[in-house]
């Protein structure tokens, strides 16, 4: 009878022990399925969770949960944690040149905008819009100029779930806690970049830890802050001059490496700012897109549309030194090379995998398809009809891919292996910000509001 009593005990016990386990897991789950805490989401890869309250039509008078108002420019996107909204813009006491649309291959505005600006940033309730705050985080006058189609809030911020970290990369980085709080400030000396376009390459925060990359004309650079402190922990420099790509912290079955593009090297650094690896890629000569992995891959890609030369390319995890091929040698050739694209990468926006595939959408409004994991075309260039051109990246969710035009106007596409368009939303608005998912809610930015859409059961009666 003892025995039977302390085996029941044990069993009890084990079976209170996993149902908390089990409660845990699905409260995390709950939480990841509810926050998107940098640009293109939790892991990078433009993927929102499946939930039926998604909408797969919207406007500016159908499935609209809330809207707000956003002061000046920006193209920032929204990021969620704890049932908030986070963005950034800047707003100028001035009026100046306005953002515009369309491809744009001159030179950026010449001259710093005029007027006193204010570095902004809000938080939003998420379930409402309502704003909960607002911090000024510099003010002053613009010293560099920027690109036309660009904004000084081009920066993604951040968050590890305990404090938001606020990059405007060429004035500096911003510490707050979620109530809004300054907590710390990093001063970034701005720099020349190439044809005056300004930074626009966002942050990432791993295990403590706040990356920041900064290729300019003068002296470039990527480094690690210390996230509760601000301390900086390390700088490397870095030979480079035309990247606007944001570093991607990639966790393989390897090691935790950060991964950064670059015109004259992609290169991928240890947390600790050591190289662990290089080549030369044959890149364009503007790098945009942002690395992100799939299928046990680090996808890294630019495709300057006034260049031959435009490649996606798929690496391994392990690879160490120079990986750049010798003289007639293919770099497909390289052991950590799993598959090259040489003319196969977009622009501005980001290549998004979705199941089997990797699918690419083109600045002047095509998009195509290639296997993930071999590099192999599915379809060639489809062109995306009846407009736009794009420079906020791909998303998908529910079965299905969505492509943002600058004219508003989203693409609902279906993946596989067969290309077919299968509705188009209208926001009527310009829109350059990647939108962000969170639940059953999808966030976009235009020009001036903040929409966040989500299905709405139709009342009876109507």
Known sequence: MTTYSRRSNRFIVSLILFSGLLIADCAAQSESSLSWTRFRGDQADGLGRDNPGLPLAWSTEQNIQWETDIPGWGWSCPIVIHGRVYLTSVVSDEENTAPTKGLYLGEGVRDPAKGIHHWMVYCFDLETGKRLWTQEAHTGRPIIPRHPKSSYAAETATTDGKRLYVLFGDVGLYCYDLDGKPLWSKTIEAKKTLSDWGAASSPVVHQGRVFVVYDNLDSSWIAAFDAKTGKELWKTARKEYGSWSTPFVWENQLRTEIVVPGKNRNRSYSLTGKLLWEFDGQMSNLVIPSPFAAHGLCYIASGYVGDAKRPTIAIRPGAKGDLTPKEGEELSNNEYIEWVQPRSAPYNTTQLVYGDYLYTLFDQGFFSCHD?????????????????????????????????????????????????????????????????IVGNKLLIRTVSKLYCLSHQETPSGK
């Not at 990246?393 to 067969?418: H, M, Q, R």
């Open 372 to 436: 993930a994991r071999t590099g192999k075309e599915i379809y060639g260039k489809q062109r995306l009809k009846p407009r736009g051109s794009f420079t906020a990246s791909p998303w998908a969710y529910n079965g299905k891919i969505f492509c943002l035009s600058e004219d508003g106007l989203t693409y609902v596409i279906k993946p596989g292996p067969d290309f077919e368009i299968l509705a188009t939303n209208d926001l009527q608005e310009l829109c350059l910000a990647t939108p962000s």
